[in-house]
């Protein structure tokens, strides 16, 4: 048997080579590093995405809190124009004079505030707007106030006014009252007085004679004669009426000679057989004539005469025929 340093060809093709093995570990190391950085790479865009989420959010969160804010600063503002709108009439009425230019202000807001995509100007523009609206509601209620005032006193003068006339109306009243009691008291008084009443049947003959006669079937016309007179009363005319009764108690008269109706006091309406008048002078006694020819014959018995003025009896007499 002999021995060999040198190798033999069958140990050169031993599977186990160590270069093979590294270069193995190495890709591996490789595929696992690049592997946990597309892993970290990822957790990290996640993070990132989650970050700028968050941002946004944020964003939108604090977006919507200032449309909030400026949405409710308009709504108090409108409520604010509404209320004293609708408890004085005096703002409305100044409101409705400056109605163009509110009108064109709220439209302006509300649609900044209507906007999808509201920008920080926008808002911006939105509060600057209802901040002037303020200011204007401010103005009217200034205003408002120094007509409430001015309306205040205008209502106590006014008050004023109406007392004074009141009292007025009042006195007016009670003179005009005293007035006409002076009035008709003065009117009462001013009735004339009748004196020296006589009543005398006429026969009358040819020639124009006349002659007193008390037979009924001679006497043709009856003839009365008095005196007026007053110590009261203006300087006028006044009328005088005279009423004859017949023995039967029936008021002779004939509306073709004078006769017709009149008001008295007392009595109401009555007939007159005649009227005259006189023109009466204070303090002056007036004689009045008055003959009545009934164009028909007298009968027997006792005839009645009653004098009337200013609706009072001032006298009466009567004759009787036979």
């Given at each position: ?24 570990t ?12 597309t ?26 809190s ?11 503002a ?9 408890m004085n ?5 100044l ?38 609206l ?45 007035k ?53 009363g ?84 009567s004759?009787?025929?036979?």
């Amino acid at each position: 048997m002999s021995y060999s340093n040198y190798p033999s060809a069958s140990s050169q093709e031993n599977p186990s080579n160590p270069e093979k093995k590294d270069n193995r570990t190495i890709i591996y190391g490789l595929l696992i590093a690049a592997l946990l950085g597309t892993w970290g790479y990822i957790i990290w865009d996640k993070s990132q995405t989650k970050e700028i989420t968050t941002q946004l959010q944020t964003q939108l969160t604090a977006s919507d809190s200032a449309k909030t804010a400026v949405q409710n600063e308009y709504n108090a503002a409108l409520q604010r124009l509404d209320e004293l709108t609708s408890m004085n009439t005096s703002l409305d009425s100044l409101v409705q004079t400056k109605n163009t230019e509110v009108e064109t202000m709220k439209a302006r807001i509300q649609a900044l505030l209507n906007k999808e995509r509201k920008t920080a100007a926008d808002l911006a523009e939105a509060k600057r707007l209802i901040t002037e609206l303020n200011s204007k509601i401010s103005g009217y209620v200034q205003e408002v106030e120094t007509l409430r005032g001015e309306n205040l006193q205008l209502k106590n003068e006014k008050q004023e006014l109406i007392t004074q006339k009141d009292n007025l109306r009042q006195e007016y009243e009670q003179t005009k009252q005293k007035k006409q009691e002076v009035e008709d008291k003065l009117d009462v008084a001013s009735t004339l007085v009748a004196s020296n009443i006589n009543i005398v049947t006429i026969d009358e003959r040819r020639g124009g004679k006349e002659k007193a006669k008390d037979v009924a079937k001679r006497v043709d016309k009856l003839k009365l004669t008095f005196n007026v007179y007053n110590r009261v009363g203006e300087d006028e005319t006044k009328d005088v009426y005279v009423i004859i009764t017949d023995p039967e108690g029936t008021v002779i008269s004939n509306e073709a000679l004078g006769s017709g109706r009149f008001n008295t006091r007392e009595d109401g309406e009555r007939i007159y057989t005649q009227k005259t008048n006189v023109y009466f002078s204070a303090a002056k006694s007036v004689p009045l004539s008055i003959d009545w020819k009934p164009g028909a014959k007298f009968v027997k018995g006792t005839y009645k005469v009653e004098i009337y003025n200013n609706g009072f009896k001032i006298g009466e007499g009567s004759r009787t025929l036979r």
